[in-house]
């Protein structure tokens, strides 16, 4: 059974084996600075096993997906699809009326489930990345 729930501090144990496990730039204190009132974290189990995790920045009126991590265990198995679609039910409750994101350009299928999910691409930020790769700039906009 998957469900998804805010993350807690016990779970950050787990949080730091799925970045360690997965090519994320982030680091564990990177993701410990999130760790408060302007962040929403969201983490994915099954069968009670640590997933995924989700980090979504609380900008009041818009909030910004900051980072999507799935374990390679469960990965192309939709979970990050549940994620996405999580944050955007939790937005339509409180009234978020816009939801963005960069994301890499090389990265196509972030890209194609972010534009299933309704996000459009809005913009570039160029040599944006560390190795000077773009960034895709998206957004879900009228989430009310």
């Not at 144990?13 to 974290?41: A, G, K, R, V």
């Not at 989700?54 to 699809?81: C, P």
């Not at 190795?131 to 009228?142: P, Q, R, S, V």
Request: glycine share 4%; net charge positive.
């Amino acid at each position: 059974m998957k469900f998804i729930r805010f993350i807690i501090p016990e779970d950050l144990p787990d949080i730091q084996h799925i970045l360690q496990n997965t090519l994320s730039d982030w680091t564990p204190s990177i993701f410990q600075d999130c760790f408060n009132d302007h962040y929403y974290n969201w983490i994915i189990r099954d069968n009670n096993k640590p997933a995924g995790f989700i980090t979504v920045k609380n900008n009041h009126d818009h909030w910004e997906i900051m980072q999507i991590v799935i374990d390679k265990n469960y990965q192309q198995q939709g979970l990050a699809t549940k994620l996405v679609e999580y944050t955007i039910k939790q937005a339509k409750k409180l009234s978020v009326e816009k939801i963005q994101l960069e994301v890499r350009r090389s990265n196509t299928a972030a890209i194609s489930l972010y534009q299933k999910c309704g996000f459009q691409k809005v913009g570039i930020r160029k040599k944006y990345y560390k190795d000077g790769e773009e960034a895709i700039l998206m957004d879900k906009t009228h989430i009310v």
